[in-house]
């Protein structure tokens, strides 16, 4: 075997060196992963996800698949124990018998009893239309 590199032996240690580089010499800092606290309901062929996220507020999102009859009705979504009331807080559209998907954030609901807010772990997220039950599911 002869001591020559080939023109591919050398652009490949080439490519290696600058990948080496580059990754070793990245400026931007780590950053931890944030303490959250989840839970959902699963109700009318769709779910409700809420994250208790750190900077101080609650995200809640979701969608529902069946259930909607149309934007005549009304419709009402609770935390049936808390009475707690999404109905003015999140914005959807009714298409073919469920919504758009939904997401809001609050700063007056939590998941655990470390801070002010209404606690909604282990609370039941009950849809009326009409004021008659539709659907619900535990928290």
Known sequence: MSGKISISTLILYVVL????????THS????????????????????VTITQLAQGYTRIYGQFNTGFQGSTS???????????????KINYSILNGGTSAFQVDVTDL????NGPGVNVAGDIL????????????NV
């Open 28 to 47: 931007s800092p780590l950053v931890r992963r944030q303490n959250q606290i989840v839970a959902y309901a699963d109700l009318l062929g769709g779910r």
């Open 110 to 113: 939590r998941l655990d009893n």
């Open 126 to 137: 009950s849809v009326y239309r009409n004021n008659a039950l539709i659907g619900s599911g």
């Open 74 to 88: 009304s419709y009402s979504i609770v935390f049936a124990k808390s009475g707690y009331s999404l109905s003015n």
């Open 17 to 24: 060196a600058i990948l080496c580089l580059t990754t070793l």
